[in-house]
């Protein structure tokens, strides 16, 4: 190529030579270059072709332009163009047959790879698998030998150190059997090896034990034979010399132990406590780790400190009308910590000990054991020496806190966190806290607390009124002092008993300055025999039944708690049969007793009844109300489980119910019996004259005087029933007082003779009394019209002969022979229009 162009040069130098122009010279690497612009090539070949002189300024105008250099210059540059052109057309199918060439070949070769690169995973494939022992070369495939090589090298390996052991084991024995010295151990211990000495020293005793006949005396003579054929007879006593190693081993280990505890070093823990395993399985090892820990030495420090002497958490302790304090303060502060120094020991336990489980347990124990059953006991000695209620309050609170720590501990999982604790500890925790409570709930140890706490409450806040009831031994005519016939034996004997309680030395003087508080007496009553009280500690109390119904659901609530479940129903049994003794029958019957009595004084009286106790059947009603929703909604459904008991107890709640009742229904029938029998005597005064004036043009205008007397009665007894009674009771109540009117006021009009204008005497009557009934609550129980027959009645004696005719004519039949007999009170009853009326009949 270098060869054509010089040849093109030379040839244009030439013919340029022959014409005295020279031709231009370029080659392709001029058009390859970045600098390389048309314009500026095409002024160089103008240039070249110019002659000098016409480049003169001077001589310009003389000569003429000619134009055939540049022709002759621009021909051979074209020339010369067309020529590389032509080369570099050739040089590029040069260039790109061999590209085509190199993308074949390179083609092949990449074809080739993969091939072998497919052929390189197939076989890594089936190696993969052979190794893995998916192959189906059986036995002897390659992963199954490569499993079978390495596990023969394990066992070698483990061959060589029995091998090594046994020798090095040999070695020692006959040292100690020999000599009486065990150097060799006494250098492997100062190495540090401390784990596997403490195993050949074992060992070193078991053979000892067994060949050596003094260490050995019950071994048999066939034994011994056979050992002097195996070994020759030890020369010195190999059993004393070992275990006294062993002894110092055992102190070095735990001193060492207790050296890398203080730095801390769990690795070398963790190593003295694998040694320490053989020793009594590890016991001296947890002992000693768990008497040095800092909470046990710091807490038999703060043992002798008191408990919380915050006085008025104390007295709220043993106050049945305040809230249960929460758990003592020394008590919680002591669970709170135990609580994080479990948690992180636990930690420490698990890097120190491969058998932590056992040293969380004995630690666990210790602290149940000791420092909470210490604290526990001191707390509740004292709320002991309070009172009955301090006592069972503390116990509740106390160990309501102590489950709660459990459960903490449970869910936590202390060795095992994040995860619960094994079953193992968790069964320990539980009968940690079992052991804790279960002296206090022995038999019915616990329910007989609770029974005598109610007891010694219950008294004391129904002290006087059994009192009050227990001194009326007659019967005056007021209420209040009536209630004296209800139980005179039963309040005389509670208030002896009670007194006598509080004059007992086994009672906590603490305990008698609040039941006294609570029995509204104070201190210096204690003394006396007799007791003040007055007309209202006889009456019934609303709030004093809410706080019986409160002391009990405590009661039962705290039950609940501390008691196993298979007791509720017998604790409950217990407790509904206080109740039921204490507010049914002391309380609400001998109140009923006492309203019934008075109720039935009132019955036969020449003056108005008086009906001060139905103020009273309001209370008693609402309370047995309360009573009955106690026994049937809250105590008898929690002795489900037992059919037998609750059975029994339902009966008894029936059968006090239904005689409360029964003396609440006898008392509004008496009530009812005194009210009519005195509406009986004001109809009795009515005068003869009222319903038959001598002046028949007198105008009536207002009912008569019976009948106002009789109205002003039963609205106060009405009033009276309205803000006693209730619902059903009050409706029932004025329907039979209404009743009664209506069969009185009929009796009563067939006493007298009634004129037409006396009629409208009746008529007033009869339209007050049907009014004062309409103003009643009686509700469905009283029929619709059922005192329209007074109305009706009383037209009777207004109307003529023709219109009766009509009215009887309406009422037919029976009604017709009744209305017959107030026809004949008619004053013109002989008239020929009445008599033609009734002999129609």
Same mark, same amino acid.
């Given at each position: 190529?270098?060869?054509?162009?010089?040849?093109?040069?030379?040839?244009?130098?030439?013919?340029?030579?022959?014409?005295?122009?020279?031709?231009?010279?370029?080659?392709?690497?001029?058009? &390859?270059?970045?600098?390389?612009?048309?314009?500026?090539?095409?002024?160089?070949? +103008?240039?070249?072709?110019?002659?000098?002189?016409?480049?003169?300024?001077?001589?310009?105008?003389?000569?003429?332009?000619?134009?055939?250099?540049?022709?002759? /210059?621009?021909?051979?540059?074209?020339?010369?163009?067309?020529? @590389?052109?032509?080369?570099?057309?050739?040089?590029?199918?040069?260039?790109?047959? =061999?590209?085509?060439?190199?993308? $074949?070949?390179?083609?092949?070769?990449?074809?080739?790879?993969?091939?072998?690169?497919?052929?390189?995973?197939?076989?890594?494939?089936?190696?993969?698998? &052979?190794?893995?022992?998916?192959?189906?070369?059986?036995?002897?495939?390659?992963?199954?030998?490569?499993?079978?090589?390495?596990?023969?090298?394990?066992?070698?390996?483990?061959?060589?150190?029995?091998?090594?052991?046994?020798?090095?084991?040999?070695?020692?024995?006959?040292?100690?059997?020999?000599?009486?010295?065990?150097?060799?151990?006494?250098?492997?211990?100062?190495?540090?090896?401390?784990?596997?000495?403490?195993?050949?020293?074992?060992?070193?005793?078991?053979?000892?034990?067994?060949?050596?006949?003094?260490?050995?005396?019950?071994?048999?003579?066939?034994?011994?034979? %056979? $050992?002097?054929?195996?070994?020759?007879?030890?020369?010195?006593?190999?059993?004393?010399?070992?275990?006294?190693?062993?002894?110092?081993?055992?102190?070095?280990?735990?001193?060492?132990?207790?050296?890398?505890?203080?730095?801390? %070093?769990?690795?070398?823990?963790?190593?003295?406590?694998?040694?320490?395993?053989?020793?009594?399985?590890?016991?001296?090892?947890?002992? !000693?780790?768990?008497?040095?820990?800092?909470?046990?030495?710091?807490?038999?420090?703060?043992?002798?400190?008191?408990?919380?002497?915050?006085?008025?958490?104390?007295?709220?302790?043993?106050?049945?009308?305040?809230?249960?304090? @929460?758990?003592?303060?020394?008590?919680?502060?002591?669970?709170?910590?135990?609580?994080?120094?479990?948690?992180?020991?636990?930690?420490?336990?698990?890097?120190?000990?491969?058998?932590?489980?056992?040293?969380? #347990?004995?630690?666990?124990?210790?602290?149940?054991?000791?420092?909470?059953?210490?604290?526990?006991?001191?707390?509740?000695?004292?709320?002991?020496?309070?009172? +009955?209620?301090?006592?069972?309050?503390?116990?509740?609170?106390?160990?309501?806190? #102590? !489950?709660?720590? *459990?459960?903490?501990?449970?869910?936590?999982?202390?060795?095992?966190?994040?995860?619960?604790?094994?079953?193992?500890?968790?069964?320990?925790?539980?009968?940690?806290?079992?052991?804790?409570?279960? +002296?206090?709930?022995?038999?019915?140890?616990?329910?007989?607390?609770?029974?005598?706490?109610?007891?010694?409450?219950?008294?004391?806040?129904?002290?006087?009124?059994?009192?009050?009831?227990?001194?009326?031994?007659?019967?005056?005519?007021?209420?209040?002092? +009536?209630?004296?016939?209800?139980?005179?034996?039963?309040?005389?004997?509670?208030?002896?008993?009670?007194?006598?309680?509080?004059?007992?030395?086994?009672?906590?003087?603490?305990?008698?300055?609040?039941?006294?508080?609570?029995?509204?007496?104070?201190?210096?009553?204690?003394?006396?025999?007799? #007791?003040?009280?007055?007309?209202?500690?006889?009456?019934?109390?609303?709030?004093?039944?809410?706080?019986?119904?409160?002391?009990?659901?405590?009661?039962?609530?705290?039950?609940?708690?501390?008691?196993?479940?298979?007791?509720?129903?017998?604790?409950?049994?217990?407790?509904? &049969?206080?109740?039921?003794?204490?507010?049914?029958?002391?309380?609400?019957?001998?109140?009923?007793? =006492?309203?019934?009595?008075?109720? $039935?004084?009132?019955?036969? @009286?020449?003056?108005?009844?008086?009906?001060?106790?139905?103020?009273?059947?309001?209370?008693? !009603? !609402?309370?047995?109300?309360?009573?009955?929703?106690?026994?049937? /909604?809250?105590?008898?459904?929690?002795?489900?489980?037992?059919?037998?008991?609750?059975?029994?107890?339902?009966?008894?709640?029936?059968?006090?119910?239904?005689?409360?009742?029964?003396?609440?229904?006898?008392?509004?029938?008496?009530?009812?019996?005194? &009210?009519?029998?005195?509406?009986?005597?004001?109809? $009795?005064?009515?005068?003869?004259?009222?319903?038959?004036?001598?002046?028949?043009?007198?105008?009536?205008?207002?009912?008569?005087?019976?009948?106002?007397?009789?109205?002003?009665?039963?609205?106060?007894?009405?009033?009276?029933?309205?803000?006693?009674?209730?619902?059903?009771?009050?409706?029932?109540?004025?329907?039979?007082?209404?009743?009664?009117?209506?069969?009185?006021?009929?009796?009563?009009?067939?006493?007298?003779?009634?004129?037409?204008?006396?009629?409208?005497?009746?008529?007033?009557?009869?339209?007050?009394? *049907?009014?004062?009934?309409?103003?009643?609550? /009686?509700?469905?129980?009283?029929?619709?019209?059922?005192?329209?027959?007074?109305?009706?009645?009383?037209?009777?004696?207004?109307?003529?002969?023709?219109?009766?005719?009509?009215?009887?004519?309406?009422?037919?039949?029976?009604?017709?022979?009744?209305?017959?007999?107030?026809?004949?009170?008619?004053?013109?009853?002989?008239?020929?229009?009445?008599?033609? *009326?009734?002999?129609?009949?």
């Amino acid at each position: 190529m270098q060869n054509s162009n010089a040849e093109t040069v030379s040839q244009l130098t030439h013919a340029t030579s022959r014409t005295s122009i020279r031709g231009p010279q370029f080659t392709l690497d001029k058009f &390859s270059s970045k600098d390389f612009i048309v314009k500026d090539f095409i002024e160089d070949l +103008s240039d070249a072709a110019v002659p000098a002189s016409r480049k003169s300024g001077a001589a310009a105008g003389q000569q003429a332009f000619d134009p055939k250099p540049l022709i002759r /210059t621009f021909e051979h540059a074209l020339t010369r163009l067309n020529n @590389l052109s032509e080369d570099l057309e050739e040089k590029e199918n040069e260039l790109s047959g =061999a590209v085509r060439r190199a993308e $074949a070949q390179h083609n092949q070769n990449v074809e080739s790879l993969g091939r072998r690169l497919e052929q390189a995973i197939d076989r890594f494939q089936r190696l993969d698998s &052979s190794l893995n022992g998916g192959d189906d070369g059986g036995p002897d495939s390659g992963g199954n030998i490569a499993m079978r090589i390495g596990e023969r090298l394990e066992e070698l390996d483990r061959q060589r150190k029995r091998a090594l052991d046994a020798k090095f084991l040999i070695e020692c024995w006959q040292e100690v059997s020999e000599r009486g010295e065990l150097n060799i151990l006494e250098d492997q211990r100062r190495s540090g090896d401390i784990v596997r000495c403490a195993e050949i020293a074992r060992q070193l005793l078991r053979i000892s034990i067994r060949l050596d006949p003094e260490a050995n005396p019950r071994a048999n003579g066939e034994g011994q034979t %056979n $050992a002097k054929k195996r070994l020759q007879r030890p020369k010195h006593n190999t059993k004393e010399v070992i275990e006294k190693f062993l002894e110092g081993l055992e102190q070095d280990l735990l001193s060492k132990f207790d050296e890398c505890y203080r730095r801390p %070093n769990y690795n070398g823990m963790r190593d003295c406590a694998i040694a320490l395993r053989g020793f009594n399985d590890g016991a001296s090892v947890i002992t !000693t780790y768990v008497n040095q820990h800092s909470f046990f030495i710091d807490r038999t420090q703060l043992l002798a400190e008191g408990l919380n002497s915050d006085p008025e958490t104390w007295e709220h302790l043993q106050d049945p009308d305040a809230e249960p304090p @929460l758990v003592e303060t020394t008590l919680q502060s002591l669970i709170d910590e135990v609580k994080i120094v479990v948690q992180e020991e636990s930690a420490v336990m698990k890097r120190a000990f491969p058998y932590y489980e056992e040293v969380l #347990i004995r630690f666990v124990e210790r602290i149940f054991q000791q420092s909470i059953q210490q604290r526990l006991e001191m707390v509740l000695d004292k709320a002991s020496e309070l009172s +009955s209620l301090a006592f069972l309050r503390s116990l509740q609170a106390s160990r309501a806190y #102590i !489950t709660q720590l *459990v459960e903490d501990l449970k869910t936590h999982g202390l060795t095992e966190h994040p995860e619960p604790v094994t079953s193992q500890v968790a069964a320990t925790l539980d009968q940690q806290l079992d052991e804790l409570f279960s +002296s206090y709930f022995i038999g019915e140890k616990y329910i007989e607390r609770e029974k005598k706490n109610l007891e010694e409450l219950y008294s004391s806040l129904l002290l006087k009124f059994t009192i009050y009831h227990s001194r009326r031994a007659k019967m005056p005519t007021s209420y209040f002092g +009536s209630l004296a016939q209800r139980g005179k034996e039963l309040a005389a004997s509670a208030r002896d008993k009670y007194m006598e309680r509080l004059e007992s030395t086994d009672l906590p003087a603490s305990q008698k300055a609040t039941l006294l508080r609570i029995a509204g007496l104070k201190e210096d009553q204690q003394e006396k025999r007799e #007791i003040d009280v007055t007309d209202e500690d006889g009456r019934l109390s609303l709030s004093v039944a809410k706080r019986m119904l409160k002391w009990l659901a405590e009661g039962v609530g705290r039950g609940l708690e501390l008691s196993p479940s298979n007791e509720t129903p017998k604790d409950v049994q217990i407790l509904l &049969s206080l109740l039921l003794r204490q507010m049914g029958e002391i309380y609400l019957e001998t109140a009923l007793e =006492a309203a019934q009595d008075h109720a $039935a004084s009132q019955e036969n @009286l020449k003056t108005p009844p008086d009906l001060t106790h139905l103020p009273s059947l309001h209370t008693i !009603t !609402t309370i047995l109300h309360l009573l009955q929703q106690t026994s049937t /909604t809250i105590l008898l459904p929690l002795c489900s489980p037992n059919l037998s008991i609750r059975r029994e107890l339902e009966k008894s709640s029936v059968v006090t119910m239904a005689t409360l009742e029964s003396k609440l229904s006898n008392i509004l029938n008496l009530t009812l019996t005194a &009210s009519l029998n005195w509406v009986n005597k004001c109809l $009795a005064q009515q005068k003869k004259t009222d319903f038959r004036p001598k002046d028949d043009d007198l105008m009536v205008t207002s009912e008569t005087q019976a009948c106002h007397e009789v109205v002003a009665f039963l609205t106060r007894v009405a009033t009276q029933a309205t803000a006693a009674l209730s619902g059903r009771n009050l409706s029932l109540f004025l329907a039979e007082l209404a009743r009664g009117l209506r069969s009185l006021v009929l009796a009563h009009l067939l006493k007298f003779t009634i004129s037409q204008v006396g009629g409208l005497s009746v008529s007033k009557d009869m339209n007050r009394y *049907v009014e004062l009934v309409r103003g009643w609550p /009686t509700g469905e129980d009283l029929e619709r019209g059922a005192m329209d027959v007074l109305t009706d009645v009383s037209t009777l004696f207004i109307i003529g002969p023709e219109a009766l005719r009509d009215r009887l004519r309406a009422a037919g039949g029976v009604d017709a022979q009744e209305l017959k007999g107030f026809i004949g009170r008619r004053d013109d009853v002989n008239s020929v229009g009445v008599q033609s *009326v009734l002999s129609g009949l």
